[in-house]
């Protein structure tokens, strides 16, 4: 079945450091991923659309320099997190699917981040 | 945009015992999901059911899309099925601009006791 990698599972940094988390679909091509944050015991919450080769669309509330994205082929998105804060502290978690309509959204395994 | 509520919020039960979770959606939708996210927090898909019935071993789902719910069943629970229960949802919008945005509903948090 369809699999969504992403990468790495956990950081740990300081304050001001930039993060970069990778969300891979292994076996299929996707030309749009999605990216989800989880605050403890709450639901997830979609941050951003990233489309292959073009701008990424945020939510509304999400700051778009804070949290970069690239999606610069069909089987790769990037999320940054610039100048990490300990409020940006949250678990991340990407979904693709193949591209054909009426497939399901599979997600990667999620990257618990925290900022100390 | 759209709204989904899950009920109920929290369940605990025996192990054996059978359970029912709801999920209700306010508009028309292309596609929907039941997800169990275990402790480590992964998200296991569990069904993909915009519509009608479908079963996998001790779990299965429906859902009525004319009336905006699903319903999730587990039978003869164990502890393992112990987590949080996501539904989420693809609105069913024209031009298409919402294709596989998912919105998620806030869990149902299912403890099992041996």
């Known amino acids: 079945g369809a699999v969504v990698s992403q990468h790495p599972s956990r950081v740990i940094c300081k304050s001001g450091t930039s993060v970069k988390i990778e969300c891979r679909s292994l076996?299929?091509?996707?030309?749009?991923m999605f990216w989800y944050r989880q605050f403890p015991k709450q639901s997830l919450m979609l941050m951003a659309t990233s489309n292959e080769g073009s701008k990424a669309t945020y939510e509304q509330g999400v700051e778009k320099d804070k949290f970069l994205i690239n999606h610069a082929s069909l089987t790769l998105s990037t999320l940054t997190v610039t100048s990490a804060h300990p409020e940006d502290s949250s678990f991340y978690i990407c979904s693709a699917s193949p591209t054909a309509r009426g497939r399901p959204q599979h997600f990667g395994d999620g990257t618990r981040l925290s900022i100390l | 945009g759209i709204q989904v509520e899950q009920s109920p919020p929290d369940l605990i039960l025996q192990e054996g015992a059978n359970s029912t979770l709801r999920c209700n959606f306010s508009d028309s939708v292309n596609n929907l999901q039941w997800f169990h996210q275990n402790p480590w927090g992964q998200l296991i898909n569990l069904f993909y059911?915009?519509?009608g019935t479908k079963q996998n071993g001790r779990l299965s789902a429906t859902t009525v899309a004319t009336e905006r719910y699903s319903l999730l069943y587990i039978s003869s629970s164990q502890t393992t099925d112990s987590g949080v229960y996501f539904c989420?949802?693809?609105?069913?919008?024209?031009?298409?601009?919402?294709?596989?945005?998912?919105?998620f509903g806030q869990g149902t948090i299912l403890t099992v006791h041996p």
């Open positions: 059911i915009p519509s």
């Open positions: 076996d299929f091509q996707a030309t749009t």
């Open positions: 989420a949802v693809e609105l069913e919008e024209k031009g298409g601009t919402s294709y596989g945005k998912l919105t």
